[in-house]
């Protein structure tokens, strides 16, 4: 109990919001490493989900080969890339391994969900003249997009969660806390530093949870008929 005590008293001192090394820069790495490896997540694998689920050909191995990632630690990964010529990016080899731990959410769930759409919507789209372009964006994709942000939502919470190992590279972030804490072998400090990672997490779950209670009926549904 007392180590809550001293982890909140250490959160609650101004002096550790401040500076270079304060909560507030560390929480703006951190958002910022997020936001970049989730975007770049998101270039890669929804067009390829996207794409495959309209062919419905080669979604299935291109799922099985992106989870095969979720077997692989992510710190195994970084550890790894910084024996590489990579290592001497700066945050490349943090970028990278994230991107790689947020690409199998995001593919699968953008494949199932264009895959569950119901085929008879999409044989009349096609009976009514529509291209297969047509058909992706206008009719697969907006029938798919509960099941793609839900992608969306776990790779974001998942990023947050994990980008803590960004500290180990010599990065930013709130991970910075918890490794000083480590360092300086103070156990508040290290608590305060988790509590701020898990929260950050809920927060952003929670955004999705609002943005998808905000987004119109039709978004909501599920798609699948």
């Given amino acids: 109990m007392k180590t809550l005590t001293d982890a909140w008293d250490w959160l609650t001192d101004s002096a550790h919001w401040a500076g270079d090394d304060g909560i507030w820069h560390r929480l703006t790495q951190h958002l910022v490493l997020t936001v970049v490896c989730l975007l770049i997540s998101c270039l890669i694998a929804l067009p390829v989900a996207l794409v495959l689920g309209h062919l419905g050909r080669g979604g299935a191995l291109a799922v099985n080969i992106s989870n095969v990632g979720r077997a692989v630690p992510t710190f195994a990964v970084l550890v790894l890339l910084l024996l590489t010529p990579i290592g001497d990016w700066g945050e ?104 701020l990672v898990a929260v950050f997490a809920l927060l952003v779950e929670g955004v999705f949870e609002a943005a998808e209670r905000l987004a119109p009926g039709w978004a909501r549904k599920s798609g699948k008929g």
């Fill in 92 to 195: 490349g080899p943090t970028v990278v391994a994230l991107v790689l731990f947020a690409v199998p959410p995001l593919l699968t769930n953008a494949y199932v969900g264009m895959r569950g759409v119901d085929r008879g919507i999409v044989q009349a789209a096609r009976g009514m003249g529509m291209t297969g372009r047509q058909m992706l964006w206008r009719v697969e994709a907006p029938l798919a997009l509960p099941l793609i942000m839900s992608g969306v939502r776990i790779a974001a919470v998942q990023l947050v969660a994990t980008a803590t190992i960004a500290a180990l590279a010599g990065g930013g972030g709130l991970g910075r806390i918890i490794t000083a804490g480590f360092n300086l072998a103070s156990t508040p400090q290290v608590v305060a530093g988790a509590v």
